[in-house]
């Protein structure tokens, strides 16, 4: 069965980097692309970057756009976010989902605190 | 970039049915599918409806998606209401090279 584990998560200081990883296991990886979607706490859901099967298209939520990097490593069946510059309205869970006909299947969540 | 606007909350009697609209701001509501997720407190999301009006194998046939393209919204409509669907349900559309979702919306069955 499909599974997604995020992991990576934790506090760190505004300004600061922080990486996320989504560990992919009962699916062809290299064949879906793979989104990035975040929930600030008692808030909605977030959509944040999406990256293409293959790592050559790549989108961004314009509130992320030049701060957070999504990257693949098919070899290792891993989904990356690079988040530098995290700000306070970072803060949020973070869930990696795997596209097809939609985000068909979601991780448990990393949770992220930006606080000094 | 359009908007998806969602009710902020709608509450039912177990057995009935209920019906949760998804407005589309700006372009035509049938030009990007919509999907509906449903998140019980403390869990991921889930898949309920997907490319408008199709369920994902697994989720009852007590749900079901819609477009209506004269008032530019999706709806989710769940008939039978049982209080295991208590949960917030999100829409979800696309946009050129991005992802929208609508505000979400608070089922609470009493």
């Known amino acids: 069965q499909v599974q997604l584990v995020e992991s990576g998560g934790g506090v760190v200081q505004p300004g600061r980097s922080l990486r996320l990883s989504c560990a992919a296991s009962?699916?062809?990886?290299?064949?879906?692309?793979m989104h990035w979607v975040r929930q600030a706490p008692g808030k909605g859901l977030e959509w944040v970057a999406v990256?293409?099967?293959?790592?050559?298209?790549?989108y961004y939520a314009d509130s992320v756009k030049g701060r957070f990097t999504i990257s693949r490593d098919n070899s290792k069946n891993t989904l990356y976010l690079q988040m530098n510059s995290l700000r306070a309205e970072d803060t949020a869970v973070y869930y990696c989902?795997?596209?097809?006909?939609?985000?068909?299947?979601w991780g448990q969540g990393t949770l992220v605190t930006v606080s000094s | 970039n359009f908007m998806l606007t969602q009710p902020h909350s709608v509450s039912e009697s177990p057995g009935k049915t209920v019906t949760i609209s998804c407005t589309r701001s700006?372009?035509?509501?049938?030009?990007?599918?919509v999907q509906w997720y449903q998140q019980r407190p403390g869990s991921s999301p889930t898949t309920v409806i997907y490319?408008?009006?199709?369920?994902p194998s697994g989720v009852p046939d007590r749900f079901s998606g819609s477009i209506d393209s004269s008032s530019n919204s999706a709806s989710l409509t769940i008939s039978g209401l049982k209080t295991e669907d208590e949960a917030d349900y999100y829409c979800?559309?696309?946009?050129?090279?991005?992802?929208?979702f609508g505000g979400g919306t608070k089922l609470t069955v009493l």
């Open positions: 989902a795997k596209e097809d006909t939609a985000m068909e299947n």
């Open positions: 979800q559309s696309y946009d050129s090279s991005s992802v929208v």
């Open positions: 009962g699916f062809t990886f290299s064949s879906y692309g």
């Open positions: 990256i293409s099967y293959d790592g050559s298209n790549k």
């Open positions: 490319e408008d009006n199709q369920r």
């Open positions: 700006s372009g035509s509501i049938a030009s990007n599918y």
